[in-house]
Nanobody, 124 residues
Framework: QVQLVESGGGLVPAGGSLRLSCAASGGTFSRYSMGWFRQTPGKEREFVSVVNWSGGTYYADSVKGRFTVSRDNAKNTVYLQMNSLKPEDTAVYYC??????????????????WGQGTQVTVSS
């Protein structure tokens, strides 16, 4: 069983930056592909990015060029660096883990474990 805990959310003005962290425990972290999703009230959970076992990455078009996902296997942690933030990036951000070594898992149901989420609010 894998436990995931996100941190780093907060309130930031448009154009600002935040770095989210997701600390994992209870599994072999290096053997999980780690995804980031976000959700706003009344909407479906939306894929943001994923990093696979070897550090390969994939991004949603809406964040490409602004967000960077990375992992530190020694710290069992995945990061999401968010730059040039826009009000439409406001959401609860979740990290998720799957035991598959993938880049194109874009659906929430493809992931096995989830964190509790962290709120990101971008003011205009």
């Amino acid at each position: 069983q894998v436990q995931l805990v996100e941190s780093g959310g907060g309130l930031v003005p448009a154009g600002g930056s935040l770095r989210l962290s997701c600390a994992a425990s209870g599994g072999t972290f290096s053997r999980y592909s780690m995804g980031w999703f976000r959700q706003t009230p009344g909407k479906e959970r939306e894929f943001v990015s994923v990093v696979n076992w070897s550090g390969g990455t994939y991004y949603a078009d809406s964040v490409k060029g602004r967000f960077t996902v990375s992992r530190d296997n020694a710290k069992n942690t995945v990061y999401l660096q968010m730059n040039s933030l826009k009000p439409e990036d406001t959401a609860v951000y979740y990290c998720a883990a799957t035991g598959a070594n993938v880049l194109r898992y874009l659906l929430g149901r493809q992931y096995d474990y989830w964190g509790q989420g962290t709120q990101v609010t971008v003011s205009s």
